[in-house]
């Protein structure tokens, strides 16, 4: 299948942590990585796509959803970045439709819920994405409308929150903590795919790959150029945080001032896809070969980073 090997895994089936509700099996998959290491951690939060029979029957259109709602076989891109660089990978298995982990606990539009509500439904009430339909669990899609049949329970939800949000995010923040503390410096690479964008104008071609650092906030700027000068440098159209700065994770994690620095990857799924964008295409492991190397290069510019916070003693500065 595309030249892809070792769909299982770079480390076989990795640390399992959480808890899908209804299944038995893990909301998510951490492998550790290999020596060499590099100071990156890749995470890819959409790559889920099992679901429990009774989330299935609650949805209208399931198959047309789930499609729409996954970050189609990005997962795939993710293992064999980790196979290639032996860096550490954290994999969703927790579907999106389920609880999305790039949204905040409270990002909810609260009258999809039954039961009782938070006193301050903050989500409801000031996040857009919420509003337009996709907030912690989604709601809406465009061409489809409302995803379910039914409203969520209250209880329902609290238990994805703490059976699937809390521990992912507890997981991907130690690992990126271990990493600083051993580099001076660490860099989260947080996959995502996209839909293909729109042209930007009647000559334009639109972007393959978006490179999201919240508009400078999650990163140094100086990783985020070097992202766009590597995929430039290899002749493949880029854009830098439109339509997408990155979300919840982003928010989260990315935190420069302590050396820990995040980007989101947007990668078009017609780069890596086939023409139905259901199943992985032909152009699956270059993509994945483009992407191993921009991780070697990230690696190089962070690893400084860390040499220059330990001869600078700037850390411990920056931890207080």
Same mark, same amino acid.
């Given at each position: 299948?595309?030249?892809?090997?070792?769909?299982?895994?770079?480390?076989?089936?990795?640390?399992? +942590? !959480?808890?899908?509700?209804?299944?038995?099996?893990?909301? @998510?998959? $951490?492998?550790? &990585? *290999?020596?060499?290491?590099?100071?990156?951690?890749?995470?890819?939060?959409?790559?889920?796509?099992?679901?429990?029979?009774?989330?299935?029957?609650?949805?209208?259109?399931?198959?047309?959803?789930?499609?729409?709602?996954?970050?189609?076989?990005?997962?795939?891109?993710?293992?064999?970045?980790?196979?290639?660089?032996?860096?550490?990978?954290?994999?969703?298995?927790?579907? *999106?439709?389920?609880?999305?982990?790039?949204?905040?606990?409270?990002?909810?539009?609260?009258?999809?819920?039954? &039961?009782?509500?938070?006193?301050?439904?903050?989500?409801?009430?000031?996040?857009?994405?919420?509003?337009?339909?996709?907030?912690?669990?989604?709601?809406?899609?465009?061409?489809?409308?409302?995803?379910?049949?039914?409203?969520?329970?209250?209880?329902?939800?609290?238990?994805?929150?703490?059976?699937?949000?809390?521990?992912?995010?507890?997981?991907?923040?130690?690992?990126?903590?271990?990493?600083?503390?051993?580099?001076?410096?660490?860099?989260?690479?947080?996959?995502?795919?996209?839909?293909?964008?729109?042209?930007?104008?009647?000559?334009?071609?639109?972007?393959? @790959?978006?490179? +999201?650092?919240? $508009?400078?906030?999650?990163?140094?700027?100086?990783?985020?150029?070097?992202?766009?000068?590597?995929?430039?440098?290899? +002749?493949?159209?880029?854009?830098?945080?439109?339509?997408?700065?990155?979300?919840?994770?982003?928010?989260?994690?990315?935190?420069? *001032?302590?050396?820990?620095?995040?980007?989101?990857?947007?990668?078009?799924?017609?780069?890596?896809?086939?023409?139905?964008?259901?199943?992985? !295409?032909?152009?699956?492991?270059?993509?994945?070969?483009?992407?191993?190397?921009?991780?070697?290069?990230?690696?190089?510019?962070?690893?400084?980073?860390?040499?220059?916070?330990?001869? +600078?003693?700037?850390?411990?500065?920056?931890?207080?």
């Amino acid at each position: 299948m595309s030249g892809i090997s070792n769909l299982a895994g770079p480390d076989g089936t990795g640390i399992p +942590g !959480g808890r899908v509700p209804g299944m038995q099996r893990p909301a @998510f998959r $951490f492998h550790p &990585g *290999r020596a060499p290491m590099l100071p990156v951690v890749v995470a890819v939060p959409h790559a889920g796509r099992d679901y429990p029979a009774e989330v299935l029957e609650e949805m209208r259109e399931p198959d047309w959803s789930r499609l729409r709602l996954e970050d189609r076989h990005v997962d795939l891109i993710g293992r064999e970045i980790a196979r290639m660089t032996g860096v550490p990978l954290l994999v969703a298995e927790a579907p *999106r439709a389920l609880i999305d982990l790039n949204r905040s606990p409270d990002d909810m539009d609260w009258t999809m819920v039954s &039961g009782d509500r938070p006193a301050k439904p903050r989500g409801s009430l000031v996040n857009r994405r919420a509003r337009s339909g996709l907030g912690l669990v989604p709601r809406r899609l465009h061409g489809l409308g409302e995803i379910w049949k039914g409203r969520l329970a209250q209880s329902d939800l609290s238990v994805r929150i703490e059976n699937i949000h809390r521990p992912y995010h507890r997981t991907l923040g130690k690992a990126l903590e271990d990493i600083r503390d051993a580099w001076g410096a660490a860099l989260l690479i947080d996959l995502h795919s996209m839909p293909p964008l729109k042209p930007n104008g009647a000559n334009l071609k639109p972007a393959e @790959f978006v490179i +999201g650092d919240r $508009f400078g906030a999650s990163s140094d700027t100086g990783v985020s150029a070097r992202a766009l000068e590597y995929l430039e440098g290899a +002749g493949r159209r880029t854009a830098h945080n439109r339509p997408y700065s990155g979300g919840y994770v982003l928010d989260t994690h990315g935190a420069p *001032r302590r050396n820990i620095h995040a980007l989101q990857i947007e990668v078009c799924r017609t780069t890596y896809l086939d023409t139905r964008l259901a199943e992985p !295409g032909p152009r699956l492991g270059s993509v994945a070969r483009l992407l191993a190397g921009l991780v070697r290069q990230l690696a190089e510019v962070v690893a400084r980073m860390g040499e220059d916070t330990r001869d +600078g003693g700037g850390l411990a500065m920056a931890a207080e």
